[in-house]
């Protein structure tokens, strides 16, 4: 399975983006597919999820209210829409999905897309 990542950019504080995350390859192999992101000088962590089995979203306290996290099946693709973006937005954003469907881990990583929010 091979993730692509895209829809960074540059945007002022207030705006709004949407990345979308393309999946290729045995697609049919993949379970919950999420969004992390990386922040200079942080570790990574957990944005969103869409389960795959409900379509159920989770997202972490910083973005639940601002983000949706949603997915297109027929054409293999995760979108996370982001609306009143701040600037500790700022980050590389990579999509994942996991090859388990009750494992804890994301096993397919995209390449990142890097989104930067001016103030």
């Known amino acids: 399975v091979q993730l692509q990542a895209s829809g960074g950019g540059l945007v002022q504080a207030g705006g709004s983006l949407r990345l979308s995350c393309a999946a290729s390859?045995?697609?049919?192999?993949?379970?919950?597919q999420g969004w992390f992101r990386q922040a200079p000088g942080r570790e990574r962590e957990f944005v969103s999820v869409?389960?795959?089995?409900?379509?159920?979203?989770y997202y972490a306290d910083s973005v639940k209210g601002r983000f949706t996290i949603s997915r297109d099946n027929a054409k293999n693709t995760v979108y996370l829409q982001m609306n009143s973006l701040k600037p500790e937005d700022t980050a590389v954003y990579y999509c994942?999905?996991?090859?388990?469907?009750?494992?804890?881990?994301?096993?397919?990583w995209g390449q990142g897309t890097l989104v930067t929010v001016s103030s």
């Open positions: 869409i389960r795959w089995s409900t379509g159920s979203t």
């Open positions: 390859g045995r697609t049919f192999s993949m379970y919950d």
């Open positions: 994942a999905a996991k090859a388990r469907q009750y494992s804890t881990e994301y096993d397919y």
